[in-house]
């Protein structure tokens, strides 16, 4: 073949790809390492919000916006590799919401699935499906996909909670709905925290109740209660040696998560702790209750405080340090692994 006739035919490929394109067609050999990389290739970078950083930015929008304005008053964690759909990793969101006393963040529901991990302050609640959850620092509150939930703070001082959201997976799935509620606030239409003294975390359940949700029917797991499972437990417990002493909230119908998307977990790391290396095809995010530590993600050492927010993307091989001689360290996690489980794509491996 002579040389023009080479280069014209080279014309003619560029311009079949073209062509095919403008048909909503592709070539798969073009794409074949993209779509299929021998292992996962998330967008989400490991990465780490210092919570003594994002507070002025809170004090002050709590300063300059209302809360009528905002609606929700929340700075978004978002993963610089994740800025398009505003997620923290991947399938999952975080952010930090600020209510002062006085304030009502008004009724709505969406499809995406919400908790609420309670940072600082007091007197504030909210209102799920017609039940007042009242908020202590360290309580995980459930606000499942599609009830009404609107937040009021009726003690003093500002109010801070980390918001743990599916709204990534929802939208992925173009799943999503949204609805504004026809009042500001719910009337509250059961005895206030009636969910939470019903169960017994899934030892006695009621028998009365006949609806088998696919999330907990629990609006508030208390930090009383979490306290007091680490310290029955104490140092008896060989623990996991890549978690250390870790416990999962469930839903007390499945012993499962505590959502179809989100499984929530508390763990201690005891002083000294140095944690196994393991990966796993679940990204993950951390918030400090307390105590201070490093993680090692990937190689890269992220050193983390009090209050901080950390993230470990799916696949990225992590490891959990608390070098104190005689602090514990308390992490909050949570990950999309039940979607990664419910698809069959789990896998997990030590290093
Ligand atoms: O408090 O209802 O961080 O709807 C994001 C969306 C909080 C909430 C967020 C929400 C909420």
Same mark, same amino acid.
């Given at each position: 073949m002579t040389a023009t006739s080479v280069s014209s035919l080279r014309r003619h490929t560029e311009q079949a790809y073209a062509e095919m394109a403008e048909l909503g067609v592709g070539a798969l050999w073009r794409h074949l390492g993209n779509l299929f990389p021998a292992e996962p290739a998330t967008r989400a970078v490991p990465f780490h919000w210092s919570y003594g950083a994002l507070r002025p930015y809170m004090l002050h929008f709590a300063d300059v916006l209302s809360i009528e304005e905002a609606q929700r008053r929340v700075l978004m964690l978002v993963n610089p590799g994740l800025q398009a759909e505003s997620a923290t990793v991947t399938g999952l969101y975080a952010g930090i919401q600020v209510i002062l006393p006085g304030e009502q963040a008004q009724a709505h529901r969406h499809a995406a699935n919400a908790f609420r991990f309670i940072i600082e302050g007091s007197g504030a609640y909210t209102t799920v499906a017609g039940e007042r959850v009242h908020m202590h620092p360290g309580d995980l509150l459930l606000t499942p996909g599609w009830q009404w939930h609107d937040h009021y703070h009726e003690g003093d001082g500002p109010m801070m909670w980390l918001d743990g959201l599916d709204f990534p997976i929802v939208n992925a799935l173009d799943a999503q709905f949204f609805e504004l509620h026809g009042e500001t606030a719910q009337q509250s239409s059961v005895p206030d925290g009636l969910s939470s003294a019903q169960f017994i975390h899934g030892r006695l359940n009621p028998t009365w109740i006949r609806e088998r949700t696919v999330?907990?029917?629990?609006g508030n797991y208390p930090w009383a209660e979490t306290e007091r499972a680490f310290a029955a437990i104490a140092e008896d417990a060989a623990g996991s040696? @890549?978690?250390?002493i870790q416990l999962e909230y469930t839903?007390?119908?499945?012993?499962?998560? @505590?959502m179809p998307t989100m499984a929530c977990r508390i763990q201690r790391l005891v002083p000294g702790f140095h944690g196994a290396p393991r990966r796993h095809t679940a990204g993950t995010i951390l918030h400090v209750v307390r105590g201070e530590g490093t993680t090692v993600v990937d190689g890269q050492e992220i050193y983390w405080g009090e209050k901080d927010v950390l993230v470990v993307p799916s696949w990225a091989t992590y490891q959990h340090i608390n070098?104190?001689?005689s602090a514990d360290a308390v992490l909050f996690a949570y990950s999309n692994e039940p979607v990664v489980r419910a698809l069959g794509l789990y896998r997990d491996e030590l290093r």
């Amino acid at each position: 073949m002579t040389a023009t006739s080479v280069s014209s035919l080279r014309r003619h490929t560029e311009q079949a790809y073209a062509e095919m394109a403008e048909l909503g067609v592709g070539a798969l050999w073009r794409h074949l390492g993209n779509l299929f990389p021998a292992e996962p290739a998330t967008r989400a970078v490991p990465f780490h919000w210092s919570y003594g950083a994002l507070r002025p930015y809170m004090l002050h929008f709590a300063d300059v916006l209302s809360i009528e304005e905002a609606q929700r008053r929340v700075l978004m964690l978002v993963n610089p590799g994740l800025q398009a759909e505003s997620a923290t990793v991947t399938g999952l969101y975080a952010g930090i919401q600020v209510i002062l006393p006085g304030e009502q963040a008004q009724a709505h529901r969406h499809a995406a699935n919400a908790f609420r991990f309670i940072i600082e302050g007091s007197g504030a609640y909210t209102t799920v499906a017609g039940e007042r959850v009242h908020m202590h620092p360290g309580d995980l509150l459930l606000t499942p996909g599609w009830q009404w939930h609107d937040h009021y703070h009726e003690g003093d001082g500002p109010m801070m909670w980390l918001d743990g959201l599916d709204f990534p997976i929802v939208n992925a799935l173009d799943a999503q709905f949204f609805e504004l509620h026809g009042e500001t606030a719910q009337q509250s239409s059961v005895p206030d925290g009636l969910s939470s003294a019903q169960f017994i975390h899934g030892r006695l359940n009621p028998t009365w109740i006949r609806e088998r949700t696919v999330s907990s029917p629990i609006g508030n797991y208390p930090w009383a209660e979490t306290e007091r499972a680490f310290a029955a437990i104490a140092e008896d417990a060989a623990g996991s040696a @890549v978690d250390g002493i870790q416990l999962e909230y469930t839903n007390p119908w499945t012993g499962g998560p @505590v959502m179809p998307t989100m499984a929530c977990r508390i763990q201690r790391l005891v002083p000294g702790f140095h944690g196994a290396p393991r990966r796993h095809t679940a990204g993950t995010i951390l918030h400090v209750v307390r105590g201070e530590g490093t993680t090692v993600v990937d190689g890269q050492e992220i050193y983390w405080g009090e209050k901080d927010v950390l993230v470990v993307p799916s696949w990225a091989t992590y490891q959990h340090i608390n070098a104190s001689r005689s602090a514990d360290a308390v992490l909050f996690a949570y990950s999309n692994e039940p979607v990664v489980r419910a698809l069959g794509l789990y896998r997990d491996e030590l290093r």
